[in-house]
């Protein structure tokens, strides 16, 4: 199994108890919010059911296409690579700018300083390329 990303949307392939005391089964629809150790652990976000809020502040069940309907969390626990299933990659659910700006948050400083020198390059040969299309025509 490929190393999960921040972000991915996964699966609970095995069980995974809950703080409170309960158990999210297998089939349990999560996602990736933090990378422990290199992939050696993850903290998942675990989702139930679609809902909704009442007036009062209660959740109660809804179709996901009704306006204001979310899934539930049900917890966020650590969950191991043997109990996680990948469903769609951060990438494919990101748009790009979103996927990288999400990457770019879990950089060190000095990385940041390299992204952004990069950035700054391949910007400068854009500019450099519109100008000589310019000329040309």
């Known amino acids: ?17 809950l703080t409170d005391g309960g158990v999210a089964p297998p089939g349990t629809a999560a996602a990736i919010v933090e990378v ?23 959740f109660i069940p809804a179709n996901q ?32 700018r979103e996927h ?4 770019v948050d879990n950089l060190s400083d000095d990385l940041v300083a390299e992204v952004r020198d990069f950035a700054e390059f391949l910007q400068q040969r854009q500019q450099k390329q519109v100008s000589y299309v310019k000329a040309t025509h």
């Open 1 to 17: 199994m490929s190393k999960l990303q921040l972000f991915d949307a996964v699966n609970l392939i095995a069980e995974v108890s």
């Open 36 to 58: 422990f150790n290199n992939g050696e652990a993850y903290l998942v976000e675990l989702f139930g059911g679609w809902v909704k809020a009442e007036i009062g502040g209660d």
């Open 65 to 96: 296409d009704e306006p204001g309907a979310f899934r539930e969390t049900l917890g966020v626990e650590t969950a191991y690579p043997h109990q996680l299933q990948l469903v769609k990659s951060a990438r494919e659910i990101m748009e790009v």
């Open 100 to 103: 990288l700006a999400a990457v």
